[in-house]
């Protein structure tokens, strides 16, 4: 494998490039979050100062950060990705971020002679820890077939979607299933509940036919435990929210049905929840209406 650097060792970063030590990589960090670069770098890792760093340490290069703004500095800002980059090395982020800036953003350094791929994931930091992740990838074949063995150290599905951009506008399509699919089972689940019906036993039989998903297995648990410690928070789907928004304007396509769950992610975050994950939707239905009486 490639010398790589990471960048971004929040609660998906971390476990993603403990993945990449475990792979066998030669692996440079740098992170705002200096609990994360110490575990690293105790496992392994080489401590990167800046961007720009790791960059020029590195054949390839993976930014795992919260929103477009903090990708673009990181990538194209003073002490950036871009400063630190040479001729014929890879640039990969793997951020949820806006399509529009992720192909300015492969524009730039394919003036600078390095590929740049889009690979935003899916999974939760469950799939990050075990490396189970579900990875879209915008960007040339020719790219994605270098940085194919890094993805399969980090994810079991992994699909070249497109050209550049393509894989953030897979992963706007994928944030509006979840989130939709989530808001219906919260509701769901409730309403058993509030009819006097167990919603484990709903849960479960749902789960053998055509409602059943992922989604009614994982985040039904946690709302039927009351189980709401982050693995992806509100506030980050809130912001991926706005990505699904901005690609239906722009594209003039109704998502009528996410406007609803933008809503509720929006009442979620105002009641203080941006830092439970994003199946607290449930803990917002409860709040918007008491249990029946009589």
């Not at 506008?169 to 979840?178: E, R, T």
């Amino acid at each position: 494998m490639e010398r790589i650097g990471f960048i971004g060792l929040g609660i998906m970063g971390r476990p993603m490039a403990m993945n990449l030590l475990a792979a066998g990589a030669s692996l440079t960090v740098h992170s705002l979050n200096t609990d994360a670069i110490d575990e690293l770098v105790g496992a392994g890792a080489t401590r990167g100062g800046s961007s720009q760093e790791v960059a020029a340490s590195s054949d390839v290069v993976i930014t795992m950060l919260p929103d477009t703004d903090d990708v673009e500095e990181v990538m194209l800002g003073a002490g950036g990705v871009i400063e630190g980059a040479t001729d014929g090395s890879l640039a990969i982020d793997m951020s949820s971020i806006d399509p529009g800036p992720t192909r300015v953003i492969a524009e730039a350094f394919a003036a600078k002679g390095v590929a740049a791929l889009d690979a935003p994931v899916s999974g939760g930091e469950k799939g990050a820890v075990e490396a189970t992740l579900s990875i879209m990838v915008g960007g040339t074949p020719e790219a994605f077939g270098r940085a194919r063995p890094v993805f399969d150290a980090m994810g079991a599905s992994i699909v070249h979607v497109g050209p550049s951009g393509a894989g953030q506008v897979c992963k706007a399509c994928n944030q509006l299933v979840v989130a939709a699919t989530i808001e219906a089972v919260a509701e769901a689940l409730l309403l058993a509940e509030r009819s006097g019906v167990d919603p484990a036993k709903v849960r479960a039989a749902l789960l053998g036919g055509f409602a059943g998903s992922k989604i009614l297995e994982v985040h039904g648990q946690r709302m039927l435990d009351r189980a709401f410690d982050p693995g992806f928070r509100v506030r980050l789907h809130r912001k991926d929210a706005r990505i699904v928004e901005a690609a239906a304007a722009e594209t003039a396509t109704p998502i009528p049905s996410f406007a609803v769950v933008t809503e509720q992610l929006q009442r979620a975050l105002d009641a203080g929840d941006g830092d439970r994950d994003h199946s607290a939707l449930f803990a917002e239905l409860e709040r918007e209406s008491a249990a029946p009486s009589g």
